[in-house]
C-alpha cells in the first residue's frame, strides 16, 4: 500500500504531521495541499490536539518548496488559485487557538519557508536551509512570505533574501530572529517535541488567547493592541484555569489544568 503523503500521529495531546513526499523534497502539489488542509481541519476540530509539530519526512528537506513541476504548466487563474489555497492554509495555522511548532530538517524552500513562517515559531537542524528562491524561477513568493517575513525581520532583510532568491544556513537564520532554536541534526523533532511537552503542562486556553492576542495585537494600532490585551487578560479571569493555577501557586502544589 501506498504511504499517505501526510502522515499525523497524536499522543498525549501533541500531533506530529510529517510531509511525506520525499521522493521530490516534500514540494508542495496541489494534492499535498489538499492533504494538509484535510489535516489541518481535522486537527482544529479535535478538541485533544493543542500542539502540532509540523516536519518532513527523509533528513534532507522540510518541504524544498511549491512544486515546479505542477506550476510549470499553470495560467494565470490557476496559479491565483494556486496561491489562494496554500494562503488559506498557511492562514489556518496562523489564526487557530493551538500552538504550532516548525521542526525543520532540512532545506525550507519557498512555500516551504513560508509554511514554517506561518506557524507559531521555528525549531531547526543544523542542516536547515532557508530561502524564498521563487525570483530564479521567474516568479515571487505567494504563500505570505512578501508579508510574513518582513513582518519578522524587517523589509531590507526580507528584500535581500527575496531579490537575491539565496539561502541561509540555520545559524545565520537564527542570528536574523527567523528560528528560535538550532539543534544538532536528528534531533530537531525531539527538541520540538520536549519544549511541547512544557507547554502542554500550562494553562493551554490563556495560551491561545495570548496567540491570538499577539497576532491581531500585531496588526492593530498599539492603543488599540492594548485595550484589546487588557480585555483578553480579564476575560481570562472567568477560566476555570486561572482559579485551580493562583490555588495551586497559593497551595504550593502544582496545578491540574483542564483548559477550561
Ligand atoms: N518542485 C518539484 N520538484 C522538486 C522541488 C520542487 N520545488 N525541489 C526538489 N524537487 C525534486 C527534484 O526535481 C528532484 O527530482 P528528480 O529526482 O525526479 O529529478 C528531487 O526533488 C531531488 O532534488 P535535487 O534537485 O536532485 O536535489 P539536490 O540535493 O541536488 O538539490 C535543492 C536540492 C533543494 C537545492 C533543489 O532541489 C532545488 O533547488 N529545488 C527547488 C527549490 C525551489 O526553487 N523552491 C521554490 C519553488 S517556488
Redesign the pocket.
Known sequence: MNEPIVKTNTENGICIVTINRP???N?L?SALLDALAESIENIRTDNEIKIVLITGSGD??FV????????AEMNTVQALHFSRKGQDLLRKIETMDKVFIAAVNG?A????FELALACDFIYASSNA?FG???V??G?M?GFGGTQNLPRLIGPNRSKELIFSGKMLGASQAEAWGIVNKVVEQGTVLDEAKNIAETMMKNGLTAIGFAKETIRSGLNMPKNAAILHESSIFGNLFSTFDQKEGMSAFLEKRKALFSNM
Open positions: 521522493q521530490s523534497l514540494a502539489n534532507k528537506a524544498a518548496g511549491a512544486d515546479i513541476s505542477e506550476m532545506y524552500l519557498g512555500g516551504g536551509q524564498l528562491p521563487e530564479t524561477l516568479i513568493p
